[in-house]
Antibody
Framework: QVQLVESGGGVVQPGGSLRLSCAASGFSFSASGMHWVRQAPGKGLEWMAFIRYHGGTKSYADSVKGRFTISRDNSRNTLYVQMDTLRVEDTAVYYC???????????WGQGTLVTVSS | QSALTQPPSASGSPGQSVTISCTGTSSDIGDYNYVSWYQQHPAKAPKLMISEVSKRPSGVPDRFSGSKSGNTASLTVSGLQAEDEADYYCSSYAGSNSVVFGGGTKLTVL
């Protein structure tokens, strides 16, 4: 069955950096587009970033553009997001999600909590 | 990248039907048939319920249906059951490899 397991969350000070990972299994990772979506405490879902199956196409929400970098290692079936210059408002649960087609998120990980606080 | 507009709350009694709206613009919902709906129970990851406006993934009850008219998409839950109580989010492709979500609707089964 499809499994997406995020890791790397934690507490970081404003201005700091963190790298999240998402280990994928149970589907053809190297053939699937992948996304990061976040959810601030008590708030709604916010799309953050997308990477096409080959890694050659990436896109970002305006709120994270220039600070976050999405990447993938198809040999390791792993998705990443490097988060730099973190702000208090980046505090959220971060989910990875697989999108085989049609801009839908078929499966989601359990999420990893990032807290940006001094 | 403005969020899609959903009502904050909706409610219905068991067995009734409820419809949740999701309003976007001619640059997202109005321009693409890539509207999806997600169900999220407390402290759980979202679950895909509807994709491409009206397609139900395998395993989703046929009580859930989706539609679209112009810049507004809708999710209808028929024959409400207690387990349908959850937050529901719409999303749409918004061009340039981006996606936009709605603010979410809390569905209460009375």
């Amino acid at each position: 069955q499809v499994q997406l397991v995020e890791s790397g969350g934690g507490v970081v000070q404003p201005g700091g950096s963190l790298r999240l990972s998402c280990a994928a299994s149970g589907f053809s990772f190297s053939a699937s587009g992948m996304h990061w979506v976040r959810q601030a405490p008590g708030k709604g879902l916010e799309w953050m970033a997308f990477i096409r199956y080959h890694g050659g196409t990436k896109s970002y929400a305006d709120s994270v553009k220039g600070r976050f970098t999405i990447s993938r290692d198809n040999s390791r079936n792993t998705l990443y997001v490097q988060m730099d210059t973190l702000r208090v408002e980046d505090t959220a649960v971060y989910y990875c999600a697989v999108s085989p087609s049609a801009w839908r998120f078929d499966y989601w990980g359990q999420g990893t909590l990032v807290t940006v606080s001094s | 990248q403005s969020a899609l507009t959903q009502p904050p709350s909706a409610s219905g009694s068991p067995g009734q039907s409820v419809t949740i709206s999701c309003t976007g613009t001619s640059s997202d919902i109005g321009d693409y048939n890539y509207v999806s709906w997600y169900q999220q129970h407390p402290a759980k990851a979202p679950k895909l319920m509807i994709s491409e406006v009206s397609k139900r993934p395998s395993g989703v009850p046929d009580r859930f249906s989706g539609s679209k008219s112009g810049n507004t998409a809708s999710l209808t839950v028929s024959g409400l059951q207690a387990e349908d109580e959850a937050d529901y989010y719409c999303s749409s492709y918004a061009g340039s490899n981006s996606v936009v979500f709605g603010g979410g609707t809390k569905l209460t089964v009375l």
